[in-house]
């Protein structure tokens, strides 16, 4: 055991022999996204570098606290990169933390989530035990997933030490497709592609001075890229140029994120919904939204107040809605909510929480929704 990881666990040791609440933070970039900032915090980016990486076998193993861009570098150097585009947000984002918040960008919807592509991990858990799950190939599980568990767990059941990835090589063929559309017409056509032998990847469709875009980007064969280019028209867009702009959705830079910023007193907000629902009639007060995951990911602003009518409304379509990123009112507290859970969820999440951190002191009450 080196000398940081030695460091990282005698402090856990500490924490649970005084029952110390603990805050498990690597590059910091998405403390917005928390229920609570609380607890003592305990900086993973010591835990720094790539454990091995075979570029033939498509799989990377990286310490928790490695840089995420420079992960990503050394994968574009050999041709290859993390499918599900995660974001950043800032500067400084950890290939921990990306595990941990479980976060996806705007390929998601064609490639997957962040989970699909963990094959093991290494953590410590509330009893500052050193725990190995997983491996480093796709047919490595036996009984419960433990490793894909820690995506999206935000830290409330271990602290991950290093993980192990699944990559895959760049696409050969890429382009970015632009259309004038209203949001119907938008959704219309994204099911009706989605039915369709197409090298779909990602969509982005946002209203802006009255005006609907839609960006539809393609990626795979040459050859399939460019008869998907003629059959589907559009404008064509500069791949150089809109690489940028499809970062900026990713890490929530596009203007209309942005927007929000002129308006204190709105928080973003995620509906996650079947991607065949239909336009959906936003309650008084609310802005948006911008369309990700070909129809299945939509981002409203609207005030804290507005809510339960938010949630109200993507639970009768077979979704759920949450707030993400809080608004910045001084009196506004500064975390987001996450959705609400089911019953039967919430009382499995308690169990895991409880056999991974018997002593609570992981982030307590991160996960549960505000009152």
């Known amino acids: ?214 960006f539809l980007r393609l990626r795979g064969a040459q050859a399939a890229v460019q008869s998907a280019c003629q059959t589907l028209g559009g404008e064509r867009q500069d791949n150089a140029k809109v690489a940028a702009d499809w970062d900026a959705c990713r890490d929530h830079q596009l203007p209309w994120f942005n927007d929000r910023l002129a308006r204190p007193d709105l928080a973003l907000w995620r509906l996650s919904v079947p991607a065949q629902a239909p336009v959906l009639a936003l309650p008084e007060g609310a802005r948006g939204p911008l369309i990700e995951w070909h129809g299945a990911l939509r981002w409203v602003q609207a005030p804290r107040s507005v809510g339960p009518a938010l949630q109200a409304l993507a639970a009768q379509v077979g979704g759920t809605a949450q707030m993400f990123h809080a608004e910045q009112a001084p009196s506004a507290a500064p975390h987001a909510s996450p959705a609400p859970m089911q019953p039967a969820l919430a009382a499995l999440q308690a169990r895991l929480q409880q056999a991974f951190d018997p002593a609570g002191i992981f982030h307590p009450g991160r996960l549960q929704p505000l009152a």
Not at 87 to 105: E, I, N, Q, W
Not at 146 to 151: C, D, F, H, P, Q
């Open 1 to 214: 055991m080196d000398s940081a990881l030695s460091q990282i666990t005698e402090r856990l040791r500490c924490a649970i022999a005084h029952q110390t609440p603990l805050r498990l933070r690597g590059g910091g970039s998405k403390d917005f996204h928390a229920r609570a900032l609380t607890g003592e915090v305990i900086d993973t980016r010591a835990l720094q570098g790539v454990v091995s990486y075979e570029p033939s076998e498509l799989v990377v193993t990286a310490r928790a606290g490695t840089s995420l861009a420079e992960l990503q570098a050394l994968l574009a150097e050999h041709g290859q990169c993390l499918a599900f585009d995660p974001p950043h947000f800032s500067a400084g984002s950890t290939v921990g933390g990306m595990v941990a918040a479980g976060l996806s960008g705007p390929a998601r919807a064609s490639v997957g989530a962040v989970r699909d592509y963990v094959l093991g991990v290494e953590i410590l858990n509330g009893r500052a035990e050193l725990l190995r799950f997983g491996g480093q190939v796709m047919k490595n599980v036996a009984g419960y997933d433990v490793s894909r568990l820690m995506a999206g767990s935000w830290g409330t059941l271990g602290l991950i030490t290093e993980v192990s990835l699944k990559v895959l090589p760049q696409a050969p063929g890429e382009a970015t497709l632009r259309f004038e559309c209203t949001q119907a017409q938008a959704l219309q056509w994204l099911n009706t592609w989605g039915g369709q032998p197409l090298p779909l990847n990602a969509s982005c469709w946002v209203e802006d001075a009255g005006k609907g875009t839609l």
